[in-house]
């Protein structure tokens, strides 16, 4: 079981991205998907996720309005798309599926992308 995030890079403030990630080894349709992020010195923030056969995402409040999540199950690809990014949103970002429930709090996901890294220059 693997998932494989991609699409980060150094954005300035203002400026968009899109993360991508994809996974093998595991039914896509079985699993609720989510992204989470890391900012230096501080915890896992959840972002959004998806239920599992459920094609509205829920967002954090902090990214609601500016971060998209979408995905395309036959390609088991889940994007993040990023507009209107803040240098407070630098962080390592994450995507996680969990066949459990899908609570904000990190420990409950237990499959877990290697990050990709965001940066967001002023």
């Known amino acids: 079981v693997q998932l494989q995030a991609s699409g980060g890079g150094t954005v300035q403030a203002g400026g968009s991205l899109r993360l991508s990630c994809t996974a093998s080894?595991?039914?896509?349709?079985?699993?609720?998907m989510g992204w989470f992020r890391q900012a230096p010195g501080k915890e896992r923030e959840f972002i959004g996720r998806?239920?599992?056969?459920?094609?509205?995402?829920n967002y954090a409040d902090s990214v609601k309005g500016r971060f998209t999540m979408s995905k395309d199950s036959a390609k088991r690809t889940l994007y993040l798309q990023m507009n209107r990014l803040e240098p407070e949103d630098t962080a390592v970002y994450y995507c996680?599926?969990?066949?459990?429930?899908?609570?904000?709090?990190?420990?409950?996901?237990?499959?877990w992308g290697q990050g990709t890294l965001v940066t967001v220059s002023s």
């Open positions: 080894g595991l039914t896509f349709s079985n699993y609720n």
């Open positions: 996680a599926a969990t066949t459990g429930l899908p609570y904000d709090d990190p420990r409950y996901w237990n499959v």
């Open positions: 998806f239920r599992r056969n459920n094609s509205n995402p």
